[in-house]
């Protein structure tokens, strides 16, 4: 089971972090990825990261001002957001893949997800 938390409604320019905890199963073998989706509009990938923490994945939109990055030990994954924008509203879900496998921007590839966190940015 995921959970994202960290949400909340920040003005542009601003910064938000975002927490994926996991529980119930361990997911420090297994990729991660953050998705969005914004009223009106299809989910889209965010940003992904191997097991490994080797590889990272971003969105194009959200290159240079998004981070992602895990805590195996902890069990939980991060996405800092910083330079946010307006069209950066929307809500945020993590998701994980099965273990051993790799990291993708594919909704499809992820068998996890959590809840998502509203992210709302304001002009």
């Known amino acids: 089971q995921l959970q994202a938390s960290g949400g909340g409604l920040v003005q542009a320019g601003g910064s938000l972090r975002l927490s994926c905890v996991a529980s119930?199963?361990?997911?420090?073998?297994?990729?991660m990825g953050w998705f969005r989706q914004a009223p009106g509009k299809e989910r889209e990938s965010v940003a992904a990261?191997?097991?490994?923490?080797?590889?990272?994945y971003y969105a194009d939109s959200v290159k240079g001002r998004f981070t992602i990055s895990r805590d195996n030990a902890k069990n939980v994954g991060y996405l800092q957001m910083n330079s946010l924008k307006p069209e950066d509203t929307a809500v945020y879900y993590c998701?994980?893949?099965?273990?051993?496998?790799?990291?993708?921007?594919?909704?499809?590839?992820?068998?996890?997800w959590g809840q998502g966190t509203q992210v709302t940015v304001s002009s």
């Open positions: 990261i191997s097991w490994s923490a080797g590889t990272t």
């Open positions: 119930g199963r361990t997911f420090s073998r297994s990729p």
């Open positions: 998701a994980a893949r099965k273990t051993f496998v790799s990291a993708t921007m594919y909704l499809i590839d992820y068998d996890y």
